[in-house]
């Protein structure tokens, strides 16, 4: 059933491979069973259609942050939640789209870059280490963690699930999302109905 709620904007930042698409995706399925209007907004979606053609130099990496966080702000404020993933390395950035969204969490994705180079999902870290990529985040370009993020992931040692259900619960004790039905965190059908979904989109196997 669709409910009445307050926009707020969750935001995603970490390395390449870190996570942010994964639970981005599993907590849009949590808070949409729960009646709640969401929109992702993807960095690699995006930068196909309203970032096309923008680089990865620090100019065109904040442009492309600005106009994902002017589309979260448009959805906050008309009752939507907005959900984006995107590296944004820039502190000074991710503070611009805080500030003028207002309702606003931040969740660190983390994880050790010798995971992530194991993990080597896309390929991406191989080409950035022989150079092939230029301006790789993590190797050959700047992160700047995160001084106060509202929640920390650190995927290279918690499951999917368990990171999904540590933001949830953030989101239910600041009161911007309705709290589970089960005492639990999230109910056995909703973590087999998340699992089923990232299964689908190839996110786990
Ligand atoms: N706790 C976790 N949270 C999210 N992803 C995880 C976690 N543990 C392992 N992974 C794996 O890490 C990879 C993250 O990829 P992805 O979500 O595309 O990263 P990003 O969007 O940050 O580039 C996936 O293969 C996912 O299954
Ligand atoms: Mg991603």
Not at 79 to 86: D, L, N, P
Not at 138 to 143: A, F, Q, T
Not at 155 to 171: D, N
């Amino acid at each position: 059933m669709r409910m009445e709620h307050a926009g707020f904007t969750l935001w995603f930042t970490g390395l390449s491979g870190a996570g942010k698409t994964t639970l981005a995706r599993g907590v849009e399925a949590i808070l949409r069973e729960r009646g709640m209007k969401v929109e992702v907004l993807d960095g690699d979606i995006i930068r196909q259609n309203l970032s096309k053609g923008l680089g990865f130099s620090k100019e065109d990496r904040d442009t492309n942050i600005k106009r994902i966080g002017f589309v979260c702000k448009l959805l906050t404020r008309n009752g939507v939640v907005a959900i984006a993933s995107a590296i944004s390395p820039y502190r000074e950035i991710r503070e611009y789209v805080r500030h003028d969204i207002g309702s606003f969490i931040l969740v660190y994705v983390k994880c050790s870059l010798e995971v992530l180079i194991q993990r080597d999902a896309k390929g991406l870290y191989q080409k950035a280490l022989s150079g092939e990529i230029r301006n790789f985040t993590g190797i050959s370009d700047p992160y700047e963690q995160p001084l106060h993020p509202e929640v920390t992931v650190d995927t290279a040692v918690e499951s999917p699930s368990q990171s999904i259900a540590k933001i949830i619960s953030k989101l239910e004790a600041l009161q911007l999302i309705p709290v589970g039905q089960e005492h639990a965190v999230y109910s056995a059908k909703e973590e087999s109905e998340v699992e089923e979904r990232l299964r689908a989109l190839g996110y786990i196997s």
